[in-house]
Nanobody, 124 residues
Framework: QVQLVESGGGLVQAGGSLRLSCAAS????????MGWFRQAPGKEREFVAA????????YYADSVKGRFTISRDNAKNTVYLQMNSLKPEDTAVYYC?????????????????WGQGTQVTVSS
């Protein structure tokens, strides 16, 4: 069982930056593929970024590529999402998720554990 707690969300102006953190419980954090998803009001949850257990492989949605960076610190059981050049369309609740799947995946149904989410609001 893994518990995930996100933090770092907030209100920021367009063009600004935020850094989300996701702290995981348990001693097997390094065995999980980690991902970030987001859900805007009235829209389905969508993939944002994912990182392999070692951190050596990352994958991004086209909409955030070049602006967002996912990273992890297995010693601290934490995964991060650095978000730069934020746009109003990035406004959403951001969720951290953990997957026991052996390869990086963008499919939400392959993630086994989810955090409660953190709100990110980007004003124009």
């Amino acid at each position: 069982q893994v518990q995930l707690v996100e933090s770092g969300g907030g209100l920021v102006q367009a063009g600004g930056s935020l850094r989300l953190s996701c702290a995981a419980s348990g001693r097997t954090f390094s065995r999980y593929v980690m991902g970030w998803f987001r859900q805007a009001p009235g829209k389905e949850r969508e993939f944002v970024a994912a990182i392999s257990w070692s951190g050596g492989m990352t994958y991004y949605a086209d909409s955030v590529k070049g602006r967002f960076t996912i990273s992890r610190d297995n010693a601290k059981n934490t995964v991060y999402l650095q978000m730069n050049s934020l746009k109003p369309e990035d406004t959403a609740v951001y969720y951290c998720a953990a997957s026991v799947f052996r390869v990086v995946t963008t499919t939400s149904t392959r993630y086994d554990y989810w955090g409660q989410g953190t709100q990110v609001t980007v004003s124009s």
